[in-house]
């Protein structure tokens, strides 16, 4: 750790510097956690509010109100836990998949050498640096032409062998002695048993890291599901919230309610296993 | 003759296998396409190849000048930004004198695990255009200004799309410079200290230049993320085209064009110059910061 730069103040300043720190950083923090503060506010207030005045931080008995929650809950009318448990599906699945698959590609990356090694590399790195938006569109008739739009197999499976995740699994190995291989091979384990039985037990906290970034990036995807899926039945909650917005619906009501409620499981999930998620995040590199 | 699955001469290919067909399936085929058909009229049951046209039809949209200035003021402010105010946040959250820095850095970082959609919703409305949404009320009752009608106006929309952008974005770059900070040797400070370097003097001229691997890092993914933003804009409109453009981008144009108007010819051709754009501008960044050499090791 290099802490330094205040480091020839005298106590007294020491104290003086530290404070107007962390006063600075009180009021950023505040700020920064404002939208979220006056999405929750909204969201105990009726919805009627939201069209006439927007989100503001102004709550009181009398505006107080659950009903929105209410209706979330117990309404019946509306898909929302629909698009909660297919939202908890994909992610699920597309990060294991995602994972598993990456992982294999990144393995045969970094203990094996053959030819044309370099050039299906440098091809790994271009998929890193085309955004993706530019290629939507064919991407997306295609899907349609395999039949899979409207599919989870249709949002996955351009983005199951990921890039980023190659790249991170292959730099992690590259640090894993070959030793172990050898020994495998002397055991008779198969090339493949090898990864499967030495070498994905070892990559723990590796998974760990990328697990977290394809998993929020997978729970937050918004605008490949928006082009995939049609079916209001497989839409994902990102999709599903964007429709109660469309032109024949403006339900504020389950909107605001549905999108606290959205945020709420990675909140939860953040402050238990804080550490991982700021490593993990900072693993996946790309911003999406 | 017989395969052997199981040598160490196969075994590599089936390792890559699946990055290989993913790769050709969807990556070549989609940029071969983008190009074919950015030469092509493509409607349905009917593909003509007209050329350039498509490049001529560009020239003379109304909208495309816009999405192009839209795009890259965007990507120049987010850039303005993005580095230079996080780069500072982390150097104080890494000074001596900061208490419980765990704390606030977690704060900095939460607006990351919120999605766009959700993101997108909350600035639409706390930027909402009537007296008492919490920017205009804030405004009206310290400032005494008037209302901002901030999603109506170019300039203040621009500005609800950058504050976005840089409450989405600010946490995480504090966090690679955290991380870059921490790799920089403290007896390079000490050896600073002692001659007589003061505290601006060992920022600019050890901080920073320790520092470039990750100023580079962030440079290249900011330009892509700017150059290609979409998803913001289309949440804050609420999915509908914004007045007069004013948070129209690029693939905001690609996306109108492609699949509101069926136009696919038309949106490849954005689409291409839109790739040619991102990769030669990322090339002169890395060309210009020395980022390349770096990588040719």
Redesign the interface.
């Known amino acids: 750790m290099s802490k330094f730069s205040f480091s020839r103040l005298k106590p007294g300043e020491h104290r003086i510097t530290g404070v107007l720190l962390v006063l600075f950083f009180t009021a950023l923090g505040v700020i920064v956690l404002l939208p979220f503060i006056s999405i929750v506010v909204t969201s105990l207030k009726d919805s009627g509010m939201v069209i006439r005045n927007g989100f503001n931080l102004n709550i009181s008995a009398e505006t107080f109100t659950l009903e929105n929650y209410k209706y979330l809950f117990t309404g019946g009318d509306h898909n929302y836990f629909i698009w909660f448990r297919n939202s908890i599906f994909l992610t699920v699945v597309q990060t294991a998949l995602t994972l598993f698959i990456s992982s294999w590609v990144g393995y045969g990356f970094a203990f094996y050498e053959f030819k044309g090694k370099t050039l299906i590399f440098i091809c790994v790195l271009i998929v890193m640096m085309i955004p993706f938006e530019i290629l939507m569109l064919p991407m997306y008739r295609e899907i349609i032409a395999m039949k899979l739009n409207n599919t989870y197999l249709g949002i996955m499976l351009p983005f199951l062998a990921h890039p980023i995740a190659i790249f991170f699994f292959r730099q992690f190995l590259q640090s894993i002695p070959k030793e172990i291989v050898d020994a495998g091979r002397i055991d008779g384990c198969s090339e493949y048993g090898i990864f499967l039985r030495l070498i994905m037990p070892i990559m723990k906290p590796a998974f760990a890291a990328m697990g977290i970034y394809i998993g929020m990036m997978s729970w937050n995807n918004f605008i490949w599901p928006l082009l995939v899926l049609t079916d209001t039945k497989m839409f994902t909650l990102p999709i599903g919230l964007t429709s109660l917005m469309g032109p024949y619906g403006n339900n504020y009501m389950l909107l605001i309610s549905g999108a606290v409620m959205t945020i709420l499981p990675i909140m939860v999930l953040f402050f238990i296993a804080q550490r991982f998620f700021i490593e993990g995040m900072s693993t996946g590199s790309v911003k999406g | 003759m017989k395969i052997k699955i199981?040598?160490?001469?196969v075994?590599?290919?089936?390792?890559?296998l699946?990055?290989?067909l993913?790769?050709l399936?969807?990556?070549v085929?989609?940029?071969g396409?983008?190009i074919v058909?950015s030469f092509q009229s493509v409607k349905i049951g009917d593909i003509q190849f007209i050329g350039l046209d498509n490049y001529r039809m560009l020239l003379n949209n109304s909208d495309f000048p816009i999405a192009i200035r839209n795009t890259l003021i965007y990507t120049v402010l987010t850039l303005l930004l993005l580095i230079p105010f996080p780069l500072t946040?982390a150097?104080?959250?890494?000074?001596?004198?900061?208490?419980?820095?765990g704390l606030?850095?977690?704060?900095?970082?939460?607006?990351?695990?919120?999605?766009?959609?959700?993101?997108g919703?909350?600035?639409r409305?706390?930027?909402?255009?009537?007296n008492?949404?919490?920017v205009?009320?804030v405004i009206i009752n310290l400032f005494g200004g008037e209302k901002v009608r901030w999603l109506s106006l170019q300039w203040p929309a621009m500005i609800v799309m950058v504050t976005l952008a840089s409450?989405r974005?600010?946490?995480?770059n504090i966090?690679?410079f955290l991380?870059g900070?921490?790799s920089?040797?403290?007896e390079l400070?000490e050896a600073c200290?002692i001659d007589g370097a003061n505290?601006w003097q060992?920022?600019r001229y050890l901080t920073i230049p320790m520092l470039k691997p990750t100023i580079i890092?962030l440079l290249t993914?900011?330009i892509?993320?700017g150059?290609?933003m979409?998803?913001e804009s289309?949440?804050l409109w609420?999915?509908k085209s914004s007045p007069h453009n004013i948070g129209l981008t690029i693939?905001g144009l690609?996306?109108k064009n492609?699949?509101s108007q069926g136009q696919?010819g038309l949106?490849?051709a954005i689409?291409l110059i839109?790739?040619v754009v991102?990769?030669s501008t990322?090339l002169v960044q890395l060309k210009l910061t020395g980022g390349l050499k770096k990588e040719s090791k």
């Open positions: 199981n040598s160490q001469k075994a590599p290919y089936i390792f890559v699946p990055f290989v993913i790769f399936v969807f990556f085929y989609s940029i396409s983008t058909m946040f150097v104080m959250l890494n000074s001596k004198s900061m208490r419980a820095s606030y850095r977690a704060a900095l970082f939460m607006p990351l695990l919120c999605s766009v959609v959700v993101a919703l909350t600035f409305f706390m930027f909402n255009e009537t008492a949404s919490l205009n009320s409450w974005w600010t946490g995480i966090i690679y991380s900070l921490n920089i040797p403290v400070y200290e505290t060992r920022f890092y993914i900011s892509y993320g150059l290609a979409f998803a289309q949440m609420a999915g693939v690609i996306y492609g699949i696919l949106a490849s689409g839109l790739l991102v990769l990322n």
